[in-house]
């Protein structure tokens, strides 16, 4: 509500002298401000701060009255009251001086308009020239303890327990005295008993004035408070009674707050009482209680000392507290803290040494509550006296001034039904709004020009950007600031009230005259053009938005008359464009809800008008007519103890059905704050209801209302709003009230499900309250937010040289700011909801907020609190919540994942009580597993792992391993390997200790206990979290990867992980999924090469041909080949054998490439290769095929016409170089004109292009294909030249078996497979054809061999079974021996042709498990 701004100011007194002032008393309109020293009477202006004049005592008077002691200022601020020490009342006149002589004057340039255009123009620019003269000595013989201003008396208190009464004239016949030994005290004003205590000896060490409970609150020397009453205007002894409050010995101040009723006394024991009066005893009540916590300050007990004093703010909205022993905190004026310099970095320097608290001897607000000046104790400055002292320099006097920025709901209440916050201070604004919707419109807005595109506009950002408050009022944590109108401001300072519109775009600002409005988006102000018509014209009821049009009430200076005005925004800011209405009296407190004002007047009086937009004409007009007129007056005593009004459409019952929504949207109740009690007046609709259409009559009565209804007590701002959501009714047609320390409250309506007829029995409404840890500016009704500011600090004493002379205030204080911040109150409504057993109301409201991107956390925290209160009582909770919100987070999909954060973020201690309430952790796992949230069900293994015995930990981790080796969470694998690595280190069958404190891991929920030693930590350090590093992995796999599958592999954690990493892996290759096999290896490291070795003759072989062919096609996205029309001139197909045409052109490769998603892998295969076309056209067309190795080595070596002396490791090559083949265009661009070709050769070479798949998924055939020959894998080397169409890796397969002694299966496995492929390529695919008519040659040599290991095997037909040798995996080879006779040599020296089958059964069984179809996977392979 009231924030520290900036370093405090320091004010030096130009006078010098050995005086140090000790007392500072604004007067009422807080513009003067009379210091005292002991015989020197100051007085200073507020705005410019400066000294005006000084009255110095004679050295033969001051030894006569005594020193100076306390001041008072009269009513109308022309007098002022001295108390000296030796019991004299010295009386001041102030005599302002003409009204052309100012002390000090602004110096404008020549020609400036604004120079002296009225009389008195300059009065709140300029310091007065004031004179202060004495006017009486009044002698009271003996010491005067306090003095007040009552009206047109001066009441004063002296230590003979006389009250006297005198007229400020002076006049001693007006002059009475009241012994408070004859005044009756007693526990309440009905009790007939005398006084309860012995009031004799005691006199009033300090009282103040309330005018609205019409009385002094006192506090006696002896520690005592009360309250002293007069029953009649005579004010005579026996016309006075007093209360008093039982329980307090150690009063020590009181401050009265008048808006509010409330009356403050400052305690010995640091505390403040604030008590009010019950209206029905005249008893004294204690309100609530002013102190600092241990929760916030645990050493802050019995070291701040007594209160030293109490001060209210000039809007009543906060109280100032300092102590005996320093320190300042400010609290709002029911009990919610907001500051202290007690603690922080008020209390530290940024080296952590400690302050001395500022020591405040006296202070005062000034205008509007901007400033707060102070007068630091002597003490304080007790060694920097001396210093001066010793330097023969004679001291200033020193004044603090400390700046303050407030909300706007503290003097404009109408900001109540607005989302944005608005901070005023004194010559800025501070808005949350603006930013996104500047960006957003700053273009459209700025080039709308006229007055009806701007309404349009307006129109247009109503309906859409209103719901929009999280990404406009939630960006940042900065603000908006605007700086007022510096011309506005000097002749018009202090500002009194801002508004800002509700689209948080236009904002208006009223000061001592006129106003001035300012647009966001072309931040420009807009001023009134005639300087007269703004000095004439004083807001005194606050101003508010209405669509473009500001509301406003005055007073007219000129003709002395109370008006309604509505400004047009979009028009020059002149009388003439504006609509105004008289009004009857003095307006206080202005509304607006839709299209309705709502006035409170002076004379207790509310008055309800409508306001209708009239478009026709050149500039849109408004029109104002009376509704209805309602008194007050025998509700409230006092009109300035209505603290805020609010028209609304909230009801108590009937309406509140989901079948009327419409009645929501209308006026239904005016809502009355009265000192803090709010009030309802509703709308009767017992009788006869009038239509809302009808005729202009329906204005007479259009408001009959109830009798009024108190809702609550101790409310500070109300808000609600006059939008309606069908969606979130319960949050837009509720009440939020903001209360002070008691928190906030939410009158909430209920509504029936599902439109059935609500119970008899169950209230429509219901009052929920719940703490927060922010005071509230503003409510996100439809975001379920409150919005509030908190000060924060700076430290800068860094920058300063610490010595003993006169610190700076930048030293002394650190730099305050004010920062936006937020919270989510959804939470509590719901917790309340379900401690009332309103279960289904709680169930209607989460479900309409379900998709607020918090609202996980707002289940997480509700079921947190629950645990913690109720897991760590001390005593048995009869009827525990827990079970409650477990079942209704249960509703949820976020069920399982709320439980885990939550306990993840819970002690260890509680969470067997957590569990007990939402059921056994091993059941939310495998929850977790069949929902396929594998990132939950790794959270839940931590659970398991300290609740459990490693066993069970190990089974449920495996199954999570599994699970996430077939879902390819790669991040979660490794995490895997690592956590049953330390599973199994040593660990005992027993559960393990309490865990130490664990954050949330971002990769799903995975962090390793510290007292665990991993023996696995290395396993993924060389792993990249991108994409996989193709050269890395080709070779064997060697630094941390190497030793992670070299170290402890005798160890059974090593074998057991092993085991299920070769099960996954044979399972993807028995399915023939190659590429996910492939990112399998390259994220786990897995070492393919060498386990292939030993599933060569097992998992390694391929059954059918034709299966694995299709299935590389699908995976890697890769067309069936197709032939052009133009070969079949000069291609083997002309023989007849194959038809063409429209049968061919419907085939099954045909509608394969159509229907595969390969636009932008085309493109690519066409950039890459298609160099290689144009050098083979001429030389190889009729052959009908192209060399596929050539396609990758073209653009480095254009010319190579042998296949055969291509190496397979052009591949790894293009890993590097594959952006930059197709960079590499130009050169084939520029030899391109030199080509002829027919158009049929071109046919034919986009076709060839086409059968090309993506260049990304080339590169990782051609990778699979090395890794196969390295494995002796040759039944896959086919299949993969197969695709590839390679000629001359089919060459090096024939030759590799030449060569090797490889197993007859193996060789007729392929040799059967190729007839299958051939048959398929004949029947199904014929574009396959030319390239199998191609490798004829070569596929004749591999009969020959077959037929050659045929005969003598004929002899020895057991002679495969004894083949046994195993076959070791091959050395690491070094990048830079990559070439074709090393990829050769390498499969050729493979020891051995086979391996036997000398592992257990049960890895076969294995290998039977079922098949779970992965579909597609995206390789990250580059």
Not at 104 to 129: D, L
Not at 224 to 245: C, M
Not at 512 to 533: C, E, M, S, V
Not at 1109 to 1134: E, G
Request: aromatic share 10%.
């Amino acid at each position: 509500m009231y924030f520290l701004s900036g370093w405090p100011r320091r004010l030096l007194c130009p006078l010098r002298g050995s005086e140090k002032p000790f007392y500072i008393q604004a007067d009422p309109r807080r513009l003067l401000f009379a210091l005292l020293s002991q015989t020197q009477l100051s007085l200073w202006y507020g705005r410019p701060s400066v000294l005006i004049v000084s009255y110095k005592e004679s050295a033969k008077a001051a030894a006569q009255f005594g020193t100076y002691e306390k001041t008072e200022w009269k009513s109308d601020s022309s007098m002022i009251a001295v108390a000296t020490k030796n019991g004299y009342i010295l009386l001041f006149d102030i005599v302002y001086s003409g009204q052309e002589k100012y002390l000090y004057e602004p110096a404008y340039p020549k020609g400036n308009q604004r120079v002296k255009v009225t009389t008195g123009y300059k009065e709140e620019q300029c310091a007065p020239s004031i004179t202060v003269e004495m006017k009486k000595v009044l002698d009271f013989q003996a010491q005067i303890t306090s003095l007040q201003s009552m009206q047109d008396d001066l009441v004063i208190a002296t230590n003979d327990r006389i009250l006297h009464l005198i007229h400020w004239d002076g006049l001693t016949n007006g002059r009475k005295a009241i012994n408070l030994c004859s005044v009756p005290f007693s526990v309440d004003l009905q009790s007939s008993r005398g006084p309860s205590l012995d009031f004799e000896c005691v006199c009033i060490q300090d009282m103040e004035y309330c005018a609205t409970l019409d009385g002094f609150a006192v506090v006696f020397d002896d520690g005592r408070i009360g309250f002293i009453t007069p029953e009649s205007s005579k004010l005579t002894a026996e016309d006075f009674h007093g209360v008093w409050a039982q329980d307090v010995t150690d009063g020590t101040c009181v401050a009265i707050n008048n808006k509010y009723k409330l009356m403050a006394f400052g305690c010995a024991n640091g505390s403040v009482l604030v008590y009010t009066m019950d209206t029905t005893t005249g008893s004294m009540q204690l309100s609530h209680k002013l102190e600092l916590t241990p929760k916030h300050y645990p050493d802050i007990w019995n070291k701040t000392g007594a209160v030293k004093l109490v001060k209210w703010s000039p809007d009543w909205s906060v109280a100032m507290v300092t102590w005996d022993c320093g320190g300042l905190s400010l609290w709002s004026v029911f009990g919610a803290h907001l500051f202290c310099t007690l603690g922080g970095d008020f209390a530290h320097y940024s080296d952590g040494t400690k302050k001395e608290p500022i020591k405040i001897s006296s202070m005062s607000w000034g205008a509007e509550g901007y400033h707060l000046w102070a007068i630091s104790s002597d003490n304080n400055n007790q060694q920097i006296n001396s210093d001066l002292e010793n330097k023969s320099v004679i001291q200033q006097a020193e004044i603090l001034q400390f700046q303050f920025i407030k909300s706007a709901l503290t003097v404009n209440p109408c900001m109540n039904n607005q989302e944005q916050v608005l901070l005023q201070g004194e010559d800025r604004l501070y808005l949350n709004c603006g930013d996104a919707l500047q960006n957003q419109n700053s273009s459209t807005a700025s080039a709308n020009s006229g007055h009806q595109p701007v309404r349009e506009k307006n129109l247009l950002l109503d309906d859409i950007l209103i719901p929009q408050g999280l990404s406009t009022l939630l960006g940042h944590r900065h603000w908006h600031i605007v700086q007022i109108h510096s011309t506005y401001l000097e002749s018009n300072w202090p500002i009194k009230f801002a508004a800002i519109d509700h689209l948080g775009q236009y904002v208006a600002v009223a000061g001592k005259y006129g106003i001035a409005h300012y647009a966001l988006f072309t931040r420009k102000w807009k001023l009134f053009g005639n300087i007269t018509q703004e000095q004439n014209m004083a807001v005194t009821g606050g101003l508010a938005w209405w669509n473009d049009f500001i509301v406003l009430a005055c007073y007219n200076l000129i003709d002395q008359q109370e008006e309604l005005r509505l400004y047009l925004r979009s028009s020059n800011l002149d009388n003439v464009f504006a609509h105004i209405t008289k009004v009857q009296a003095e307006t206080l407190l202005i509304n607006v809800f839709r299209d309705m004002v709502i006035l409170f007047r002076a004379d207790c009086s509310i008055c309800l008008y409508s306001i209708d937009r009239n478009d026709n004409g050149p500039n849109p007009t408004a029109s104002v007519q009376v509704l209805q007129e309602v008194s007050m007056s025998r509700y409230i005593p006092h009109p300035s103890l209505v603290v805020s009004i609010t028209l609304t459409s909230v009801r108590t019952e009937t309406g509140i059905t989901l079948k009327m929504p419409q009645q929501a949207c209308a006026a239904e109740s005016i809502m009355l704050n009265l000192a803090g009690q709010l009030i309802m007046l509703q709308r009767d609709r017992s009788g006869p209801q009038v239509r809302e259409k009808d005729s202009i009559s329906k204005h007479k009565k259009l408001l009959p209302s109830c009798a009024p209804i108190v809702l609550a007590q101790c409310v500070e701002n109300v808000w609600t709003t006059c939008r309606s959501n069908k969606h979130k009714r319960h949050l837009l047609e509720a009440l939020w009230l903001s209360c002070g320390e008691a928190g906030m409250k939410v009158w909430l309506p209920l509504f029936p499900r599902d439109n059935r007829k609500p119970h008899s029995f169950l209230s429509r409404r219901i009052m929920l309250p719940f703490q927060i840890n922010i005071y509230p500016l503003a409510v996100l009704f439809e975001d379920a937010l409150v919005l509030g500011a908190v000060n924060e600090t700076v430290l800068y004493d860094n920058l300063y040289v610490h010595n003993s002379e006169n610190k700076p205030l930048e030293v002394l204080f650190p730099f305050c700011t004010v920062e936006r911040t937020s919270q989510i109150y959804l939470h509590h409504i719901l917790r309340q909801l379900l401690v009332r057993n309103l279960g289904e109301q709680a169930l209607l409201l989460a479900q309409s907020c379900a998709t607020l991107p918090y609202f996980p956390h707002v289940l997480e925290l509700m079921l947190h609190e629950v645990l913690e209160e109720e897991a760590t009582s001390r005593e048995p909770i009869p009827d525990p919540l827990l079970p409650t919100v477990a079942k209704f987070i249960a509703e949820f999909p976020l069920f399982l994942q709320t439980v885990v954060h939550c306990a993840r973020k819970t002690e260890y201690a509680l969470w067997n009580y957590l569990f007990a309430a939402v059921g056994n952790p091993k059941d939310l796992f495998e929850e977790c597993l069949l929902a396929q949230d594998l990132d939950t069900a790794a959270s839940y293994l931590i659970i398991l792992q300290n609740m459990e015995v490693p066993t069970v930990s190990r089974q449920h981790a495996t199954l999570l391993f599994n699970t996430a080796l077939e879902q390819g969470k790669w991040d979660l694998c490794r995490h895997m390997i690592r956590f049953l690595k330390a599973i199994g280190t040593g660990e005992l069958e027993t559960p393990p200790p309490t865990p130490t404190t664990q954050e949330p891991s971002s990769t799903g929920g995975f962090e390793f206990f510290k007292h665990r030693s991993i023996s696995f930590s290395q396993s993924t350090e060389g792993l990249s979290t991108g994409k996989f590093n193709l050269q890395k992995t080709l070779s064997m796999p060697s630094g941390p990867s190497a030793k992670r599958w070299s170290k402890d592999v005798d160890s059974a954690e090593n074998m057991y992980i092993d085991e299920m990493l070769w099960r996954h892996a044979r399972r993807l290759l028995e399915e023939m999924r190659l590429k996910d096999l492939s990112s399998f290896a390259a994220q786990l490291g897995f070492e393919l090469i060498g386990w292939l070795c030993k599933e060569r003759t097992r998992a390694a072989r391929v059954e059918d041909f034709v299966k694995a062919l299709k299935r590389l096609h699908k995976d890697f996205l890769w067309p069936f080949p197709v032939i052009p029309s133009c070969s079949f001139v000069n291609s083997p197909f002309k023989n007849g054998k194959y038809k063409v045409g429209d049968q061919f052109l419907k085939s099954q490769s045909m509608e394969t490439f159509a229907n595969s998603e390969l636009e932008s892998g085309i493109i690519n295969a066409r950039g890459s290769h298609i160099c290689l076309g144009l050098n083979t056209a001429h030389g190889e067309m009729d052959s009908g095929s192209f060399q596929g190795p050539q396609m990758q080595d073209a653009i480095l070596s254009p010319l190579l016409s042998k296949g055969d002396e291509c190496s397979i490791g052009s591949a790894t090559d293009l890993t590097e170089t594959s952006s930059m083949v197709d960079g590499d265009w130009t050169m084939v661009d520029e030899h391109f004109s030199t080509l002829s070709l027919t158009p049929s050769e071109l046919e034919y070479i986009s076709m060839e292009l086409a059968n090309k798949g993506p260049c990304k998924s080339q590169v990782q055939l051609r990778y699979l294909l090395h890794i196969f020959m390295e494995a002796g894998c040759l039944e896959w080397c086919t299949v993969t030249a197969l695709i590839l169409r390679d000629s001359a890796v089919m060459g090096q397969i024939i030759s590799s078996i030449q060569r090797s002694e490889i197993s007859n299966d193996i060789l007729q496995g392929i040799k059967d497979g190729m007839l299958a492929v051939d048959g398929w390529a004949s029947s199904d695919c014929p574009g396959y054809k030319p390239f199998l008519n191609r490798i004829k040659p070569q596929l004749q040599k591999l009969n020959t061999v077959t037929e050659e290991q045929i005969q003598p095997e004929a002899f020895q037909p057991s002679s495969r079974l004894s083949i046994s040798k195993a076959v070791e995996p091959p050395s690491p080879w070094s990048e830079d021996s990559r070439n074709t006779a090393s990829h050769v040599n390498s499969s050729q020296n493979d020891n051995g042709s086979g391996i036997s089958r000398q592992e257990d059964d049960g890895q076969r069984e294995e290998e039977e498990e079922p098949h779970v179809d992965e579909g597609s996977y995206e390789c990250s392979l580059s």
